[in-house]
């Protein structure tokens, strides 16, 4: 199994930064694509990064300019730098990674944090 646990949420103005953290543990043979997703209250969950392990990176339009999401392969953990902050912006923030674990090597799965919520509030 893998386990994904982000950090660095919490509550900002608008206009600020803030970068979260996310990283993958357990029992890993390979991650694939690490990214994030956010859903706020009443709204369907949404893409707003992802990087592959080679470093190409997609962005939601709205948040282009202003996330941006890196990774850093040996420690298997994802960022996402968010700078510029949106009332709009305000979700809860999920991490995700396609992976295979150690145990079913070649399957792959898609693993999903708990959430860490951002809240862009003056």
């Known amino acids: 199994q893998v386990q994904l646990v982000e950090s660095g949420g919490g509550l900002v103005q608008p206009g600020g930064s803030l970068r979260l953290s996310c990283a993958a543990s357990?029992?890993?043979?390979?991650?694939?694509?690490m990214g994030w997703y956010r859903q706020a209250p009443g709204k369907q969950r949404e893409l707003v990064a992802t990087?592959?392990?080679?470093?190409?990176?997609n962005y939601a339009d709205s948040v282009k300019g202003r996330f941006t999401i890196s990774r850093d392969n040996a420690k298997n953990t994802v960022y996402l730098q968010m700078s510029s902050l949106k009332p709009e912006d305000t979700a809860v923030y999920y991490c995700?990674?396609?992976?295979?674990?150690?145990?079913?090597?070649?399957?792959?799965?898609?693993?999903w944090g708990q959430g860490t919520q951002v809240t862009v509030s003056s």
């Open positions: 990087i592959t392990s080679g470093g190409r990176t």
């Open positions: 357990g029992s890993i043979f390979i991650i694939n694509t």
């Open positions: 995700q990674t396609t992976a295979a674990s150690l145990r079913t090597p070649l399957e792959m799965y898609d693993y």
